[in-house]
């Protein structure tokens, strides 16, 4: 795959319509603002899992092309995997035989990480892996259901386990393997150094981007809904018979938001990042919010995507200089509706030299 030998930068301006671009969970889910201007926020992690869902999407998590954060994901077992995949040992494991009279019980018992059951030459098994987190396994039969002789078996087993602390070289083994296989990770890189998993290191993402701003003041309108159902029968008996439960939805009535995007092709070189992982990276931004719908987000769209290309690695100009070219003015005398009260201007004059403008969108 061809090498990325360009910095980008780049302005990504979206809108949403009736709905609620990212809800703050420390205000109610109340669409997210800046409190002395009245701008609304998206973060930048929520642009982020929407680019991961749509390249899980599209390309069904194929070889090259996992992603390493996502939903109800358990990040240690990748780490576990790339380790078993480069032939590194994890640590000492142990295997007990579990007695016949826990069997049925452990069997059924939903276990925690780093603890497995499996079946050997009839007989069952628990093994305890070598790296498995002791104190977090501690914790978890305190708060477990098991039976006193079950949790005194699996403590025995914890005991001998052997973890082993892994060299410099397999650490950076690990990173590699790891930028290898997921998207994310080499786009937008990830802290991998767990406290519970082989230490992959630590990755810095090639592409990085910021919260998105509003252009004008947004208002959060809140709804009272109603659902014609109850979710017991005790709600039931209380209402009677009516049986409705009443809820809050707030929404943005219109909201046009900018984001910008840095793409370093230094770091680029270090993750594996390539022109094909671009390609798909501009295809997410243009098409994710189609792969995202829900009745909270409204419309969304995205609505253009200006990219300045640089001739050098390091780049020929400074970011913000660059998008100072780009200007997004209301037109529209009363509360902007649509994009199309919006004019988007991009300054082409006097470029600096070896910088170039293309709009994607």
């Not at 300045?308 to 780049?315: D, N, R």
């Not at 004019?343 to 969108?361: K, S």
Request: glycine share 8%; charged share 30%; hydrophobic share 35%.
């Amino acid at each position: 795959m061809a090498e990325l030998n360009n910095r980008i930068d780049f302005v990504y301006i979206f809108d949403v319509q009736d709905g609620n671009p990212n809800g703050d969970p420390d205000a109610g889910n109340l669409p997210r603002v800046d409190a002395e201007t009245g701008m609304g926020l998206v973060t930048d992690v929520c642009l982020k899992r929407k680019v991961r869902n749509y390249v899980q999407v599209a390309k069904e998590c194929a070889n090259g092309y996992d992603i390493y954060v996502k939903e109800k994901a358990v990040l240690g077992r990748s780490h576990i995997a790339a380790f078993n995949a480069l032939g590194y040992k994890l640590g000492e494991e142990s295997k007990k035989e579990i007695p016949n009279d826990l069997v049925e019980e452990l069997c059924e018992a939903s276990m925690f990480d780093g603890l497995t059951i499996s079946e050997e030459n009839d007989t069952m098994i628990l093994i305890v892996e070598g790296n498995a987190d002791k104190k977090d396994i501690q914790e978890w039969l305190k708060e477990s259901e098991l039976s006193k002789e079950a949790c005194s078996f699996i403590k025995k087993a914890l005991k001998d386990a052997k973890p082993r602390k892994q060299t410099q070289e397999e650490t950076e083994g690990g990173r590699q393997w790891m930028c290898s296989q997921f998207y994310d990770i080499r786009t937008f890189g990830a802290v991998l150094s767990l406290k519970s998993a082989p230490n992959c290191g630590q990755v810095r993402g090639p592409i990085q981007l910021t919260f998105a701003r509003s252009v004008d003041k947004i208002v959060a309108s809140e709804h009272s809904i109603t659902r014609m159902a109850v979710a017991t029968e005790k709600e039931a008996e209380k209402q009677g018979g009516d049986n409705r439960t009443m809820g809050r939805k707030a929404t943005v009535p219109y909201g046009l938001y900018v984001c910008h995007g840095f793409i370093s092709a230094n770091l680029a070189q270090q993750t594996g990042f390539s022109e094909d992982d671009l390609s798909l990276f501009w295809e997410a931004l243009k098409n994710m919010f189609d792969v995202d719908r829900s009745a909270a987000r409204g419309l969304m769209s995205a609505q253009k995507l200006i990219v300045f290309k640089h001739e050098s690695v390091l780049g020929n100009a400074p970011a913000n200089k660059l998008f100072d070219r780009v200007k997004v003015e209301k037109k529209c005398a009363g509360a902007p509706r649509k994009f199309e009260d919006y004019d988007v201007t991009i300054d082409r004059d006097n470029l600096p030299v070896g910088v170039t403008i293309e709009e994607m969108i």
